[in-house]
């Protein structure tokens, strides 16, 4: 057996207990289809981009699922399993033992088997990709192109706090109180996909994406793909307290919040006649939902206003990769 193989077999076979998986033995895994639309999503993160060298290897696992988990929330799919790549610098047993760990608890946590995979080494950072699948109805999936006039424009939890917890974790932002350090740091190293809401999503959104790289830049990208515009209300965009008040202290800002990334709520529009009703059945799941503007006509950027209807400047609207 080849190193390699030996890796997978003490790592990886624990964790890949669905028969889809065939006990990782083969190159490829079954799903059974059933009456449903397989929805398929990939994302990757990389050491130094997306996670940093000395965040604990559970919770990079962790991440590298829960990214996915997201984009098929935002569908309005359900989770059906994975696939893993993973590339190495080396075999360090003690940190394979710990991202194992904190994968197989997210497997059971989401009921989201692990399928198959590929390790391979690298000379460069660590890196994981994961493509993920899901079961959404046929015809189900939420697309984010269909976005209409008079929908009302909601988000779920809360934004900017991740860029926070990666602010203080590269020593831009101070934060006494330790308790809500480490909160606004989980929310960076552990993102929450808000999968109860994926039905409500399914019945009632119109378009829907997750927000990974900024709200501000996401909300573009979903106008693009609709053919349409947006106001939104700045002060009604969803702040946790700590956000708020690292923001009144001068720590942050709120660009910063809208355009940081990594907070990974759906974002979704929903017709003002259904609007009761999503909102119902989020609280039902325990999600809170937030409106925060109104799709309009048109193909101009989306304006974001403040309280006394002037511009808000955004210089930047996400993340880029580039």
């Keep these: 057996m080849s190193v390699e193989d030996d890796l997978i077999a003490r790592y990886f076979k624990p964790i890949a207990t669905n028969p889809g998986a ?5 190159d490829a895994a079954v799903l059974r289809g059933g009456n449903d639309d397989l929805v398929v999503t990939t994302d990757a993160i990389v050491e130094g981009v997306h996670f940093r060298s000395s965040d604990p290897p559970e919770t990079v696992a962790k991440k590298a699922l829960r990214v996915n988990l997201s984009d098929l ?6 989770p059906a399993g994975f696939v893993l790549t993973l590339a190495l610098r080396e075999p360090d047993e003690r940190w ?3 991202f194992a760990s904190g994968l197989a608890e997210d497997t059971i946590t989401f009921d989201c088997p692990l399928l198959g995979g590929d390790t391979v080494a690298t000379p460069g950072p660590l890196m994981m990709s994961i493509t993920a699948f899901g079961r959404a109805p046929v015809g189900g999936m939420i697309l984010r192109s269909r976005a209409q006039p008079g929908d009302r424009i909601v988000v779920s939890g809360t934004i900017g706090d991740a860029a926070l917890g990666l602010a203080i974790l590269s020593g831009k932002v101070a934060v006494d109180d330790a308790a809500i350090r480490e909160s606004l740091i989980d929310r960076y190293r552990v993102p929450q996909p808000r999968i109860p809401l994926a039905e409500a999503v399914r019945h009632y959104a119109r378009a829907a994406m997750d ?5 501000a830049g996401d909300l573009a990208k979903l106008c693009i793909a609709s053919g349409v515009s947006a106001i939104i209300d700045a002060a009604a965009v969803p ?3 700590a956000a708020r008040g690292l923001i009144e202290q001068g720590q942050t ?3 910063s919040a809208v355009s940081g990334g990594d907070d990974y709520e ?3 529009t929903i017709a003002k006649d259904r609007w009761d009703d999503f909102a119902r059945a989020a609280r039902n799941v325990g999600v809170v939902v937030t409106p925060i503007g109104e799709i309009i006509a048109g193909n101009a950027a989306p304006k974001w206003l403040d309280t006394k209807g002037e511009d808000v400047a955004l210089p930047r609207l996400s993340y880029s990769h580039f």
Excluded: Q, R, Y
Excluded at 22 to 26: A, I, M, P, R, V
Excluded at 211 to 215: A, I
């Design 96 to 98: 394979l033992s710990a």
């Design 239 to 241: 702040l946790s307290e």
């Design 73 to 78: 929330t935002a569908k309005g799919a359900t």
């Design 22 to 26: 065939l006990g990782l033995t083969d």
């Design 266 to 268: 759906v974002l979704c």
């Design 253 to 255: 800002n709120f660009v």
């Design 211 to 215: 927000v990974s790289d900024g709200l």
